[in-house]
């Protein structure tokens, strides 16, 4: 059942995504479609919040460290009932409250400007340490992208976290092999992944990313005594094969008669049970 929910909501996520970049006639559309599933684990399973009142004091924090997947998030917040899915429409346009890279004081329910690279877990850690000063049950749930781990602003952070022993703080990252200069193990090796973050103090996990059973699994093993890492392999235009088969490029494009095909695509492959 929760599988289902998360499954069908993911659906229903990529439909809002290719929506808004035919809108838009452009987009980070192939990030959005990959992260898909992580993104509808984290907003139909494991997110406490009040759609109504998305500045509630108690809500568990998401912080999209990567700005440029906001059409992803705007998806997810639709979603969630956070904002409205006739406001998709406006994403991108002037004066649209969801601007093609996230900010927060634009957008409610984000909770960081992210687009800087890097910067993401560094903030989830100062947010953790907060809440738990606070007495807070809150959780922090960080999404950083395969290229974040570049930066060595991401690992201060992975380091600062174990040494404060964040329970309460969990990273995703999606390991999509790509970046804005290339291929992740061309500009920078940074496997093995999982080592990395052992080595850091962290409970590490890595899963299918575009496995809903798998990303449930994963959250449900996360302990409580030390920060946790779900590591996410995906693939670009999860859900749609033309975008899936075509040639990797950060900013994909898609032409104006494409963006039906890739809905048909998406809703065949829905049907048929292709997305697990
Ligand atoms: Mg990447």
Redesign the pocket.
Same mark, same amino acid.
């Given at each position: 059942m929760r599988a289902q929910r998360v499954r069908a909501a993911a659906y229903r996520m990529r439909h809002h995504v290719l929506d808004m970049g035919e809108a838009q006639g452009q987009g980070y559309v192939g990030?959005a479609l990959g992260a898909a599933d992580m993104l509808a684990t984290v907003y139909v399973d494991q997110l406490r919040f009040r759609p109504d009142n998305p500045g509630w004091e108690g809500r568990d924090r998401f912080l999209l460290s990567t700005g440029h997947y906001a059409i992803g998030l705007y998806a997810a917040l639709a979603e969630a009932g956070i904002i409205d899915t006739a406001e998709l429409q406006s994403y991108g346009s002037d004066g649209s409250r969801l601007p093609m890279s996230g900010m927060a004081s634009y957008t409610p329910g984000m909770e960081i400007s992210g687009g800087s690279l890097g910067h993401g877990l560094t903030i989830a850690v100062g947010m953790a340490l907060g809440l738990r000063y606070q007495g807070s049950p809150a959780r922090v749930i960080n999404f950083l992208? /395969?290229?974040e781990l570049d930066e060595g602003s991401t690992w201060e952070a992975a380091m600062g976290a174990a040494h404060h022993g964040l329970g309460n703080l969990i990273g995703m990252v /999606?390991?999509?092999?790509?970046?804005a200069d290339g291929p992740?193990a061309g500009v920078l090796r940074t496997e093995p992944v999982p080592d990395k973050w052992a080595a850091c103090g962290w409970q590490v996990q890595r899963v299918d990313g575009n496995d809903v059973d798998a990303l449930l699994a994963a959250f449900d093993a996360v302990g409580p005594d030390r920060p946790s890492v779900i590591l996410c392999d995906t693939r670009i235009g999860r859900g749609v094969p033309l975008l899936e088969t075509r040639e990797k490029a950060h900013f994909m494009r898609i032409d104006a008669d494409e963006w039906q095909v890739c809905r048909e695509q998406l809703t065949a492959g829905y049907q048929e049970g292709a997305l697990l």
């Amino acid at each position: 059942m929760r599988a289902q929910r998360v499954r069908a909501a993911a659906y229903r996520m990529r439909h809002h995504v290719l929506d808004m970049g035919e809108a838009q006639g452009q987009g980070y559309v192939g990030q959005a479609l990959g992260a898909a599933d992580m993104l509808a684990t984290v907003y139909v399973d494991q997110l406490r919040f009040r759609p109504d009142n998305p500045g509630w004091e108690g809500r568990d924090r998401f912080l999209l460290s990567t700005g440029h997947y906001a059409i992803g998030l705007y998806a997810a917040l639709a979603e969630a009932g956070i904002i409205d899915t006739a406001e998709l429409q406006s994403y991108g346009s002037d004066g649209s409250r969801l601007p093609m890279s996230g900010m927060a004081s634009y957008t409610p329910g984000m909770e960081i400007s992210g687009g800087s690279l890097g910067h993401g877990l560094t903030i989830a850690v100062g947010m953790a340490l907060g809440l738990r000063y606070q007495g807070s049950p809150a959780r922090v749930i960080n999404f950083l992208s /395969d290229g974040e781990l570049d930066e060595g602003s991401t690992w201060e952070a992975a380091m600062g976290a174990a040494h404060h022993g964040l329970g309460n703080l969990i990273g995703m990252v /999606d390991i999509n092999a790509l970046q804005a200069d290339g291929p992740t193990a061309g500009v920078l090796r940074t496997e093995p992944v999982p080592d990395k973050w052992a080595a850091c103090g962290w409970q590490v996990q890595r899963v299918d990313g575009n496995d809903v059973d798998a990303l449930l699994a994963a959250f449900d093993a996360v302990g409580p005594d030390r920060p946790s890492v779900i590591l996410c392999d995906t693939r670009i235009g999860r859900g749609v094969p033309l975008l899936e088969t075509r040639e990797k490029a950060h900013f994909m494009r898609i032409d104006a008669d494409e963006w039906q095909v890739c809905r048909e695509q998406l809703t065949a492959g829905y049907q048929e049970g292709a997305l697990l």
